[in-house]
């Protein structure tokens, strides 16, 4: 995919002359390491003229749950006649762990690069801490630690070499934090890049964008290609990176991953936010399938903002009945108790339920979903969704 540093003359402008490491190639690839192509070092020239000073403070008070971190308004990207992203709106909470969902091409990554800057949005405009995303991209990255699902580190180096190029060059860098990460995932920093396995690059990603302590962390599937033991160790630093104050964003194809550790969570579908949720939301809803006599059933007036019923009619005297719940179960059971229903089985509504109805185009009950795409919403839901 295109990456809107390389051809930015703005860049260009502000960093004619981008920092490269020139030694011989190991392996036959070029060993040019071109800080502009490289987002996990976004802004390389910017970037070492501030590292003199002081990191700047984290973006606002992580305790006040009104404050937003992370903007996008009708924010759109289209590649001819083909939207990669439509009409976009949400707004990220300071201290939020947010999960991004969808199936293949759904427009995650789009989503992301518009966020930093790489892509030119065609529709909208996004804001990362109240800085335009588009005008001023470099001032954006430099509040951000970005680990693609594509990162390119350079092969020439070996792994301590790559944390400190790294670390010297963002506002936020530290070296220190960066080798403690490298060794909680168990990574020898002595091996060159080159002579790395697939998992052992992305634990050396990791510590790259893990060691600065940035207001906002974006991590595009950061546990791919890693045993089950690192992954778990990957979750837990995404847990206290929001402990400390930090905002994430968690783009993943794994359910479980999501529910462990987003607060809320987005599906996108071919370009669409198809859907928006507390997790808090999803551990009050439950399915419950069952079999009935009558062909249709009526919900009471009082439970018809809880309750969601589909019926699958059968030729046999058996229907099979399904019922989504939300909220409080107590008086849905005694509704459901006068209803005569065998075989009943109840089960949590995982998040899977969710991935599946919003990718199959299906209601996901939606009036038990917060709306919290509107700015004004957000305080309201961010604590009722935290008490
Ligand atoms: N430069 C481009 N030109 C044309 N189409 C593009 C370009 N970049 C991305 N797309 C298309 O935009 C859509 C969204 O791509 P994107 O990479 O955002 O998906 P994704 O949700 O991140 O997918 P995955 O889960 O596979 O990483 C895809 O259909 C992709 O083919």
């Given amino acids: 995919m295109a990456q809107r540093s390389l051809i930015c003359p703005v860049h260009f402008a502000l960093f004619p002359k981008p920092t490269t490491i020139p030694p011989p190639s190991l392996d036959g690839e070029s060993t040019r390491l071109n800080p502009l192509e490289n987002p996990l070092a976004p802004n390389a020239g910017d970037l070492r003229s501030t590292k003199m000073g002081d990191a700047p403070e984290l973006f606002g008070d992580p305790d006040s749950p009104g404050d937003i971190v992370l903007r996008c308004d009708g924010l759109g990207k289209r590649y001819g006649d083909f939207d990669a992203l439509r009409d976009c709106s949400l707004c990220v909470g300071a201290g939020d762990i947010f999960g991004l969902l ?30 335009d995303a588009e005008d001023d991209s470099v001032a954006v990255r430099r509040q951000v630690a970005y680990l693609p699902g594509d990162a390119r580190l350079p092969r020439h180096m070996r792994g301590d070499g790559v944390l400190k190029f790294f670390a010297e060059m963002h506002p936020y860098g530290d070296l220190q934090r960066s080798r403690e990460v490298a060794e909680l995932l168990e990574l020898d920093l002595k091996t060159r890049v ?8 992305q634990k050396l990603a990791l510590a790259v964008v893990l060691g600065p302590q940035t207001p906002l962390l974006i991590l595009d599937e950061p546990t791919a290609n890693l045993d089950p033991t690192v992954r778990a160790a990957v979750l837990q630093l995404v847990i206290e990176a929001r402990d400390n104050g930090r905002t994430v964003i968690l783009s993943s194809h794994v359910l479980s991953e999501i529910e462990d550790t987003c607060n809320r969570v987005a599906f996108l579908r071919r370009g669409r936010l198809a859907h928006e949720m507390w997790m808090s939301d999803l551990f009050q809803r439950h399915r419950m399938t069952a079999i009935t006599r009558e062909t249709s059933i009526e919900v009471p007036d009082a439970l018809k903002g809880s309750v969601h019923v589909r019926t699958r009619a059968s030729k046999h005297a058996a229907h099979q009945i399904q019922i989504d719940t939300a909220g409080d179960l107590g008086p849905i059971l005694k509704w459901i108790d006068s209803l005569n229903l065998k075989q009943i089985r109840f089960e949590p509504y995982g998040l899977r339920t969710v991935y599946e109805a919003v990718h199959a185009g299906e209601p996901v009950a939606t009036a038990l979903i917060t709306d919290t795409s509107d700015a004004t919403n957000m305080e309201q839901a961010n604590s009722r969704a935290r008490s």
């Avoid at 080159?194 to 690059?201: C, D, V």
């Fill in 194 to 201: 080159a002579f790395m396995s697939t998992g052992m690059r």
């Fill in 102 to 131: 969808g199936p293949n091409g759904a427009g995650k990554t789009t989503l992301i690069r518009l966020l930093l800057g790489y892509l030119h949005p065609t529709a909208g405009r996004a804001t990362v801490l109240g800085i």
